[in-house]
């Protein structure tokens, strides 16, 4: 009787650590559950803490949208390995825990200061599988930070808005889609300058 007690009081410990205790989330979301949602925003707020030398911070940036985004676009085998990575760190700590006082608790139930500990951790580790996992990890979090546009604005890289004007070329083809019904003009395309659109067509004959 008391090892099926024991059991039973594991799985339930474990239940409430894999599942229970979460915050709701603030934004549905199309593929993240609340658990993920919550290591995104702990593991975003360490990587990119408020700062001056920043734009923006993690919260700010929105990285669990953006994770959100990211996974329901990938194949169904590449984003079980992503959710099976962020499931990885947030339950790591129970081998590899955080210093101090409850560094056995989630990785989102941390302190700052001990996820930071914990990722350092993660970095300086003799096993390259460790690195190599923190390293993805990041991977998915900065192209999410540097994509966002504050953060491409303080880089110079924000996309520009470039208003194409329409020349007469573009009345020769339908619409894409469409089909040759579509055209607008079917005869002769008068252009700005009076130069033939297309020599020995649309000029006339001497």
Same mark, same amino acid.
């Given at each position: 009787?008391?090892?099926? /007690?024991?059991?039973? &009081?594991? =799985? *339930?410990? %474990? #239940?409430? +650590?894999?599942?229970?205790?979460? $915050?709701?989330?603030?934004?549905?979301?199309?593929?993240?559950?609340?658990?993920?949602?919550?290591?995104?925003?702990?593991?975003?707020?360490?990587?990119?803490?408020?700062?001056?030398?920043?734009?923006?911070?993690?919260?700010?940036?929105?990285?669990?949208?953006?994770?959100?985004?990211?996974?329901?676009?990938?194949?169904?085998?590449?984003?079980?390995?992503?959710?099976?990575?962020?499931?990885?760190?947030?339950?790591?700590? /129970?081998?590899?825990? &955080?210093? =101090? *006082?409850? %560094? #056995?608790? +989630?990785?989102?139930?941390?302190? $700052?200061?001990?996820?930071?500990?914990?990722?350092?951790?993660?970095?300086?580790?003799?096993s390259s599988l460790r690195r190599m996992c923190l390293t993805?990890?990041?991977?998915?979090?900065?192209?999410?930070?540097?994509?966002?546009?504050?953060?491409?604005?303080?880089?110079?890289?924000?996309?520009?808005?470039?208003?194409?004007?329409?020349?007469?070329?573009?009345?020769?083809?339908?619409?894409?889609?469409?089909?040759?019904?579509?055209?607008?003009?079917? &005869?002769?395309?008068?252009? %700005?300058?009076?130069?033939?659109?297309?020599?020995?067509?649309?000029?006339?004959?001497?």
């Open positions: 009787m008391s090892v099926w /007690l024991l059991l039973i &009081g594991l =799985g *339930l410990l %474990g #239940f409430w +650590r894999a599942w229970a205790g979460y $915050p709701a989330d603030d934004k549905p979301r199309a593929v993240l559950a609340r658990r993920e949602t919550a290591f995104v925003r702990a593991a975003a707020e360490v990587l990119f803490p408020p700062s001056e030398e920043l734009p923006l911070s993690g919260a700010q940036a929105d990285l669990p949208g953006y994770a959100d985004g990211y996974l329901a676009d990938l194949p169904a085998r590449q984003r079980g390995l992503v959710r099976a990575l962020f499931a990885l760190f947030e339950h790591a700590t /129970l081998i590899w825990p &955080g210093p =101090g *006082l409850g %560094g #056995f608790k +989630r990785f989102s139930s941390l302190s $700052p200061e001990q996820r930071l500990a914990v990722l350092r951790a993660w970095e300086g580790s003799r993805a990890l990041k991977a998915v979090l900065i192209l999410g930070y540097v994509g966002h546009p504050e953060s491409l604005a303080a880089l110079g890289l924000a996309p520009w808005k470039i208003d194409s004007p329409k020349v007469g070329a573009d009345f020769l083809y339908p619409p894409i889609g469409q089909g040759p019904d579509a055209i607008l003009h079917t &005869g002769r395309v008068e252009t %700005g300058g009076g130069a033939p659109l297309i020599p020995r067509v649309d000029q006339e004959s001497a």
